[in-house]
């Protein structure tokens, strides 16, 4: 039995002491990460009770690059960035940007496998896709526990987002073998067909927030198309999408087909001009979506942009207040609330507005701030130190513009020495708010909810929509037929009524106005990662006019 067995063994047999000694043991020897996946993969480990990971441990030594069906140390250490843990403020591992020669290698990687994928039939790469899945589904718990560490959200909502990956490579296995043509009967006994063809490399760019499942999101459907993938993370949380890339190879696809390539701006321009480069799939902010679209018209590259968010919440008074009061927690607090499509701006029916305060600041008082890797938590740290300062910055500037702190909106430190240099602020509630002011118009992405009372439906929309942005929206209503007469007047990609920050992988994703274009998710995706050929079959004699 390897050591690693052994250790398992330990940790499996329920006693709290060795399986201490055993997880120390592993972090005093700084486990690699194929270590702690054959730690983690053995079936004797019940996964939702042990731990592997611990916060403040953890250093990432092994390269972050990958392509040519392996992981590729940086050619050069020139312009590194220390990665940070969020919960501890600890320096995690360096991110090392990638320059042209390495983006060229990954795109010439992915473009020679490219050629042997997009020959495949649609059900050889589902059944690849499938194996991926799986392996993704087993080894949940190790993935989410890096993606903790890496970005400070709570294990139990990282968990969520692993399962959301994996669901996500599953429902387009499911559909690649379902792309197919038309075929259009023409006079005389000619005919037309058409041919959903792959578009060739695809670039996917990542924000921070969701850093595995961004990468799910982006290559599941390219890849069910016949494409290839070469993804970007964002520098600041560059450590898990590589196992995303490694599953794939593990699960067969042809060397080369997802690959990874770490940087910032300056290696995200090198993608987008790139002259193989097919199509550029895009998540952040509005600023560098628009960089983004101007890089690839230059090529006349497809673009999908998912964008910022500045979401409206209305809460009328015949709502079941404790179902509003949840879905507006679940609006704003997810992720410490740097989630793109949050309702951060909520109406609330002037009626019900002291009671739905009352009862929305007592449970945001309740969330359980801290450790991230603890199930308890819910709520860990924010993703950096400039971030949180920004953040506290947007509360600082609502309470000079008139705004009253019902609750929290100040830096906390957690009771755990360890925690002490984490990026951690109490959830905040504004009331007072008016929509002129900076924090209900300008994107947070924090855990910051600004409340503002309206009295009638047409007076909400048209506040509602006063917005640049269009990501999401969300109602609260008892009335039927108001809901569905709200969300139709509604300027937003995705409208929830009755609940808020549902997104299965069976429904498109996506932005209205500047909130981007394109969409993730659901059927449609496949129109993005395609494109289609038309074929014109003459069955007699050319009729020419010449
Ligand atoms: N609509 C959606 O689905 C989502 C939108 N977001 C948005 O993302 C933002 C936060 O994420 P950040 O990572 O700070 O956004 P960001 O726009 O700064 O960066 C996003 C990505 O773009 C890269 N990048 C930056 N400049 C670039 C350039 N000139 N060329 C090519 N690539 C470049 C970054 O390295 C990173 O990988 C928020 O505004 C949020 O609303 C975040 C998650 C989901």
């Known amino acids: 039995m390897t050591e690693a067995g052994r250790m398992t063994q330990q940790l499996g047999s329920g006693q709290p002491s060795r399986r201490k000694t055993a997880r120390a043991l592993c972090f005093t020897r ?10 983690l993969r053995t079936p004797l480990v019940p996964p939702a009770v042990i731990r592997s990971a611990s916060t403040g441990t ?3 030594k092994e390269p972050l690059n990958f392509w040519c069906g392996g992981r590729v140390k940086p050619k050069d250490m020139k312009n590194t960035e220390p990665v940070y843990e969020p919960a501890t403020g600890r320096v995690l591992c360096q991110m090392v940007p990638c320059g042209a020669e390495e983006v060229d290698k990954a795109i010439q990687s992915a473009q020679s496998a490219f050629l042997k994928w997009s020959k495949l039939a649609g059900m050889e790469r589902a059944r690849i896709m499938l194996e991926a899945a799986r392996i993704i589904r087993e080894r ?11 970005n400070g959200k709570s294990i139990t909502e990282a968990a969520v987002d692993i399962d959301v990956a994996w669901q996500c490579i599953e429902y387009y296995a499911g559909m690649a073998g379902t792309l197919a043509g038309q075929h259009v009967q023409l006079p005389g006994g000619s005919f037309a067909y058409t041919r959903r063809e792959p578009l060739g490399v695809c670039v996917g760019i990542g924000a921070w927030n969701y850093p595995f499942q961004i990468a799910a999101w982006k290559s599941a459907p390219a890849l069910a198309c016949g494409n290839a993938m070469v993804f970007k993370p964002s520098p600041m949380t560059p450590v898990t999408v590589v196992m995303l890339a490694e599953i794939y190879a593990e699960a067969g696809v042809p060397e080369g087909l997802f690959n990874v390539v770490q940087g910032g701006a300056e290696t995200g321009t090198l993608l987008c001009h790139h002259p193989l480069v097919a199509k550029v799939s895009f998540t952040g902010s509005v600023p560098t979506g628009k960089k983004i679209m101007e890089m690839s018209a230059k090529s006349v590259k497809p673009v ?44 609330v029916q002037r009626e019900i507005l002291p009671k739905f305060l009352e009862d929305v600041v ?28 920004r953040v506290l910055g947007f509360i600082t500037q609502a309470k000079k513009e008139g705004a009253k702190v019902l609750c ?16 951690f602020m109490t959830p905040c509630v504004l009331d007072n708010c008016n929509d002129g002011m900076t924090c209900v118009k300008e994107e947070i992405f924090g855990p910051v909810m600004s409340v503002l009372p309206f009295d009638t439906e047409e007076e909400v929309l048209q506040r509602a929509n006063n917005t640049t942005f269009g990501l999401a929206a969300g109602v609260f209503t008892r009335d039927v037929a ?59 004699d050319v009729d020419s006019l010449f």
Not at 308 to 314: T, Y
Not at 363 to 371: E, L, P, S, V
Not at 408 to 423: A, I, M, R, W
């Open 30 to 39: 700084a486990l690699t990460f194929a270590k702690m996946a054959e730690l």
């Open 408 to 423: 929290g909106g100040e830096p906390f430190v957690p009771t755990d020495p360890k925690l002490h240099g984490g990026y």
């Open 304 to 347: 999908t942009l998912e964008l910022g968010g500045k979401s409206p919440l209305i809460i009328f008074k015949d709502s079941e207040m404790e179902n509003a009061v949840k879905g507006a927690l679940m609006a704003n607090f997810l992720s410490q609330g740097e989630v793109c499509c949050n309702g951060t701006r909520v109406f």
């Open 58 to 60: 953890l250093e990432v």
């Open 482 to 540: 108001r809901a569905h007469r709200v969300v139709e007047n509604l300027q937003a990609g995705t409208c929830f009524i009755n609940n808020y920050n549902v997104s299965p992988v069976e429904v498109p994703f996506g932005g209205y106005k500047m909130s981007g274009f394109g969409r993730e998710n659901g059927q449609v995706t496949i129109e993005y990662y395609s494109q289609l050929k038309t074929v014109v079959v003459e069955m007699g």
């Open 362 to 389: 007592k449970r945001t008082k309740a969330i359980q701030i801290g450790d991230p890797l603890l199930d308890g938590t819910r709520m860990g740290a924010l993703i950096s130190q400039p971030h949180l300062d």
């Open 140 to 150: 949940r718990d190790e993935i989410a526990e890096l993606e903790v560490i890496n």
